[in-house]
């Protein structure tokens, strides 16, 4: 089993709905935790941090559940430019680790 | 700055060939990563580095592959002999002080053993 689990997808989504996935991770002494974004054949790059008490950022909204052991994205108001994978990462005694990624696709 | 720089952006070989991927992070990062994106695998962390010195290679997949950080400003990635079974996206990544911030990384060398 991997460390960090996340549904690959993809979420095919319309045009300003809502939509929202999970990351399950395995390590309960993982200590930070980010959400990342892939474009296709680009490199990732950091979306949003995600904090014990739950943040967002404009229309995304991260949350973690320590005792679940999970993470979760939201995004309101879907544009098509947020089509792109969504990589959950964990942070655990200095080492990063990366899920393999939700492919979200938003259609016009 | 320019960012975490990666040269080759490509690499065609053949099987048995040595291969080195080189890597720039972003100047004051102590933290210099190596990861492996594959379609199968996703990315996977193979080393990483803190102020020059390895910290953890267990992500190296064998003795084939060896990474070296002689300086602040420069990395190795090599593999020596490749094989088909490595063909992926390397990716480089620089983080500033401490390792849980953000991670920057560089656009990566898509190798493809033939």
């Known amino acids: 089993r991997k460390e960090v689990e996340q549904d690959p997808g993809p979420f095919n989504v319309p045009e300003g709905a809502t939509v929202a996935f999970n990351c399950t991770y395995s390590?309960?002494?993982?200590?930070?935790f980010f959400w990342y974004r892939q474009d296709c054949r680009k490199e990732p790059k950091l979306l949003m941090s995600?904090?014990?008490s739950g943040n967002e950022d404009g229309r995304f909204t991260a949350q973690l559940n320590r005792a679940s052991q999970y993470i979760s994205l939201l995004i309101r108001d879907s544009k098509l430019s947020d089509s792109a994978t969504y990589l959950c990462?964990?942070?655990?005694?200095?080492?990063?680790?990366f899920g393999k990624g939700t492919r979200l696709h938003i259609l016009p | 700055d320019a960012g975490v720089i990666q040269s080759p952006r490509h690499e065609v070989t053949e099987m048995g060939q040595e291969v080195t991927l080189r890597c720039k992070p972003i100047?004051?990062?102590?933290?210099l990563f190596w990861y492996r994106q594959t379609m199968m695998r996703g990315l996977e962390l193979l080393i990483y580095?803190?102020?020059?010195?390895?910290?953890?290679d267990s992500g190296m997949p064998e003795d084939r592959f060896s990474a070296k950080m002689p300086n602040a400003s420069f990395s190795t990635l090599k593999i020596q002999p490749s094989e088909p079974r490595d063909s992926a996206v390397y990716f480089c990544?620089?983080?500033?002080?401490?390792?849980?911030?953000?991670?920057?990384f560089g656009q990566g060398t898509r190798l493809t053993v033939v």
């Open positions: 390590n309960s002494a993982s200590q930070s």
């Open positions: 990544a620089s983080s500033p002080g401490t390792v849980n911030t953000e991670a920057f």
């Open positions: 100047s004051g990062h102590d933290y």
């Open positions: 580095f803190n102020n020059n010195v390895p910290i953890d």
């Open positions: 995600v904090y014990s």
């Open positions: 990462v964990a942070i655990r005694d200095d080492k990063i680790i």
